[in-house]
């Protein structure tokens, strides 16, 4: 059988502190990074799933990718007579 325990002694709680000079204070840690590779095959899946204003601001910008699909689309196109 279980017996309540009437009165329980704590032991008063001591701080105990280290001059400032002392104290040693944590060192910042440099931020994580994670690199992402994609592969071959999702890549060009998400430059088929891109429109046409994301292509020419990508060629814009330089882009050699997204200029080779502007020139493509533009030869296919073209009428031929």
Do not use: F, W, Y
Not at 6 to 12: G, L, Q, R, V
Request: charged share 20%.
């Amino acid at each position: 059988m279980i017996t309540p325990v009437s009165s329980a002694t704590h032991a008063p709680a001591t701080v105990q502190s280290k001059p400032a000079t002392q104290q040693t204070q944590a060192k910042p840690q440099a931020a994580r990074t994670d690199t992402v590779t994609i592969s071959a095959a999702k890549q060009i899946v998400q430059e088929s799933l891109e429109n046409s204003l994301q292509t020419a601001k990508e060629a814009a910008s330089g882009d050699l990718q997204a200029k080779r699909l502007l020139a493509r689309e533009a030869a296919d196109h073209v009428q031929v007579k």
